[in-house]
């Protein structure tokens, strides 16, 4: 199971850290992704991280998005910065191997 929180509103510029706690599973043994919704669009993949702990981040959020996880908390997390309002959208982990996403969470920057 993948559960997400941390999203909300928030003004251009701002920040947000989502988390996802996963349980039934080893996270830390497991490829994970972050991946989004905007309204009325498809998803779209903006952050991989892997068992090695190797990240990779999709050219639109380069530069201002971390992917990271805690493994004793057993925990995914995607730091945003400098958020623009086209990074409105719900937010998704991934389980890569099987596809299992969570129920997401909503980020909406606007002023």
């Known amino acids: 199971q993948l559960v997400e929180s941390g999203g909300g509103l928030v003004q251009p510029g701002g920040a947000l850290r989502l988390s996802c706690a996963a349980s039934?599973?080893?996270?830390?043994?497991?490829?994970m992704s972050w991946v989004r919704q905007a309204p009325g669009k498809g998803l779209e993949r903006v952050s991989v991280?892997?068992?090695?702990?190797?990240?990779w981040l999709s050219d639109s959020v380069k530069g201002r998005f971390i992917i990271s996880r805690d493994n004793a908390k057993n925990t995914l997390y995607l730091q945003m910065n400098s958020l623009k309002p086209e990074d409105t959208a719900v937010y998704y982990c991934?389980?890569?191997?099987?596809?299992?996403r969570g129920q997401g969470t909503q980020v909406t920057v606007s002023s």
């Open positions: 991934v389980l890569i191997e099987t596809s299992l």
């Open positions: 039934g599973f080893n996270l830390s043994a497991s490829a």
């Open positions: 991280i892997n068992r090695a702990g190797s990240t």
